[in-house]
């Protein structure tokens, strides 16, 4: 079965930068688009970046673009998410997602999820 274990979430002050990773077991995540969701207390789940599985392209939501940024590491068999210039409206519960049958910026495109892993950046 895949499974996917978010970590390295924390509570930081604004300006603070997290390194978000993701571990993939049950197949290699070579063949998978790979993305990061969030969700704030009493949000949707939204869009934050995700990366192609064939291809360098990557996309960010307009409100981290510039500040995060989304790499694989296939022989790992990890994603990351690199926050930096973290604000206080980016505090979520930060979700890693594999495998999208649509085209990538709704969570019903994505077929396997993370447990989650909580990020609050304070002022």
């Known amino acids: 079965q895949v499974q996917l274990v978010e970590s390295g979430g924390g509570s930081v002050h604004a300006g603070d930068s997290l390194r978000l990773s993701c571990a993939v077991s049950?197949?290699?995540?070579?063949?998978?688009?790979m993305a990061w969701f969030r969700q704030a207390p009493g949000k949707e789940r939204e869009f934050v970046a995700r990366?192609?599985?064939?291809?360098?392209?990557?996309t960010y939501a307009e409100s981290v673009k510039g500040r995060f940024t989304i790499a694989r590491n296939n022989a790992e068999n990890t994603a990351s998410l690199q926050m930096n210039s973290l604000k206080p409206e980016d505090t979520a519960v930060y979700y890693c997602?594999?495998?999208?049958?649509?085209?990538?910026?709704?969570?019903?495109?994505?077929?396997?999820w993370g447990q989650g892993t909580h990020v609050t950046v304070s002022s």
């Open positions: 990366i192609a599985w064939n291809s360098p392209v990557t």
């Open positions: 049950g197949r290699t995540i070579s063949s998978y688009s």
């Open positions: 997602a594999a495998y999208s049958t649509g085209p990538y910026d709704s969570a019903k495109d994505w077929n396997y």
